[in-house]
Nanobody, 128 residues
Framework: QVQLVESGGGLVQAGGSLRLSCAAS????????MGWFRQAPGKEREFVAA????????YYADSVKGRFTISRDNAKNTVYLQMDSPKAEDKAVYYC?????????????????????WGQGTQVTVAS
């Protein structure tokens, strides 16, 4: 199985920047794509961004377009989430997730059901 380890969370000032990392290890063969999700207290988990390992195509939630950037380093099996100009509403626990090539038919990039492996989460706090 694939193991995901996240890092880079912490306190960031509104208008500043922060970069999250997610390193994949173990049996990575068959991995198709990586995604970032977040969950704030009292709210449902929501999609943030996703990227394909092979082609590098990216997908973003409307709420973060133009501010966040997802990228990957295939050689390091690592995915990043660059957070620029964070807002108070960006405060949440951020989770990275992996999808294999056998993802559920009909699922979309923003659907948590597409992803079969999840990281432990990293807290992001935005201060004004």
């Amino acid at each position: 199985q694939v193991q995901l380890v996240e890092s880079g969370g912490g306190l960031v000032q509104a208008g500043g920047s922060l970069r999250l990392s997610c390193a994949a290890s173990g049996r990575t063969i068959g991995s198709y794509a990586m995604g970032w999700f977040r969950q704030a207290p009292g709210k449902e988990r929501e999609f943030v961004a996703a990227i394909r390992w092979g082609g590098g195509s990216t997908y973003y939630a409307d709420s973060v377009k133009g501010r966040f950037t997802i990228s990957r380093d295939n050689a390091k099996n690592t995915v990043y989430l660059q957070m620029d100009s964070p807002k108070a509403e960006d405060k949440a626990v951020y989770y990275c997730a992996a999808a294999n090539r056998a993802y559920p038919y009909g699922s979309q990039w923003y659907d948590s059901g597409r992803y079969n492996t999840w990281g432990q989460g990293t807290q992001v706090t935005v201060a004004s």
